[in-house]
């Protein structure tokens, strides 16, 4: 069985500064994908960012990089220049399996609640 | 491009009574996915589709649940009798096919059973 947990409830960072979201998943497959997701107060899920397991290079997406260390099981997001728009939940979520024979269920962890401040 | 569209928005019903929700995804997208997430938890699985077929239902509680997807495109959850732990939002997503491709997701349907 797949497991993410995020162990941070809530984050505050200033505008315009750096942050660092935190996730660990356990897992028995080898393959394996892991995703970043923000979900705002409207409900929606917005994806930010995707790793594969046998990518040996960390994903960058415009300000969103992760954080891949498959040794110790983690895949911090990271958020460069903080602005206030970034104000939302964060979800860690990830699914079996890697490139064409990846499997489509998400498992999300619990999600972290992020605030800019001005 | 259109995004998965969802309806309702909202509803409100009482224990007992029955209610669907309709799920309309991004054109072309092969699979379909249904997520209940209840509030302060990350979504978790109810069903996944591909084409009209059910690939995954295996957290889908079927004495009260039921999911369809006719012709491969719109699908519909329903719930019948809903119980008060129904309360939750029910996400849509899909995506062009269950390889790499991202799921992109709808508003969701918020419910609330009173």
């Known amino acids: 069985a797949q497991k993410i947990t995020q162990t941070q409830p809530g984050m505050f960072v200033q505008e315009k500064e750096a942050v660092t979201l935190d996730c660990t998943y356990d897992?028995?497959?080898?393959?394996?994908?892991l995703f970043w997701y923000k979900q705002p107060s409207s409900g929606e899920m917005i994806f930010l960012i995707y790793q594969g397991s046998y990518d040996e290079q960390n994903a960058t997406e415009g300000r969103y990089s992760l954080n891949f260390q498959k040794a110790r099981k983690s895949a911090n997001l990271v958020i460069s220049a903080s602005q206030l728009g970034d104000s939302a939940m964060y979800f860690c979520a990830m699914r079996k399996g890697a490139g064409g024979t990846s499997y489509g269920k998400l498992t999300f962890g619990q999600g972290t609640i992020l605030t800019v401040h001005p | 491009e259109a995004g998965v569209a969802q309806s309702p928005r909202y509803k409100i019903i009482e224990k007992r009574q029955s209610v669907a929700f309709w799920c309309n995804p991004i054109?072309?997208?092969?699979?379909l996915y249904w997520y209940q997430q209840i509030l302060g938890q990350g979504p978790k699985l109810l069903i996944q589709?591909?084409?009209?077929?059910?690939?995954?239902d295996s957290q889908l509680p079927k004495d009260r649940f039921s999911a369809e997807r006719l012709k491969g495109v719109d699908s519909t959850l329903k719930i019948q009798p809903a119980k008060l732990e129904d309360s939750a939002v029910y996400l849509c997503?899909?995506?062009?096919?269950?390889?790499?491709?991202?799921?992109?997701f709808g508003p969701g349907t918020r419910l609330l059973v009173l």
């Open positions: 054109s072309g997208h092969a699979t």
């Open positions: 897992t028995s497959d080898q393959s394996y994908g």
């Open positions: 997503a899909s995506s062009f096919r269950a390889g790499v491709e991202t799921q992109y």
């Open positions: 589709f591909q084409n009209n077929g059910v690939v995954d």
